[in-house]
């Protein structure tokens, strides 16, 4: 299992996620377009998001 912070990659973001790394980059994705209004989520950014994954 990791976990993710979306503050991380975001400042100011409250929105854990845990899980597998595919499980956490979807949930990202879905948060992303959601929350912060990303209709994609850029190949930079899921590196951003794989680089501040933590093990769980
Ligand atoms: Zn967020």
């Known amino acids: ?5 979306c503050g991380d990659v975001v400042p100011g973001c409250a929105r854990a ?3 597998t790394e ?3 980059l979807a949930e990202v994705a ?3 377009q ?3 209004g990303l209709t994609e989520v850029p190949a ?3 590196e951003r998001v794989r680089g501040a994954m933590v093990v769980a």
């Open 34 to 36: 959601a929350d912060h």
């Open 1 to 5: 299992m990791k976990a993710f912070r």
């Open 44 to 46: 930079e950014l899921v």
């Open 17 to 19: 996620f845990t899980g």
């Open 30 to 32: 879905r948060h992303a």
């Open 22 to 24: 595919d499980e956490i």
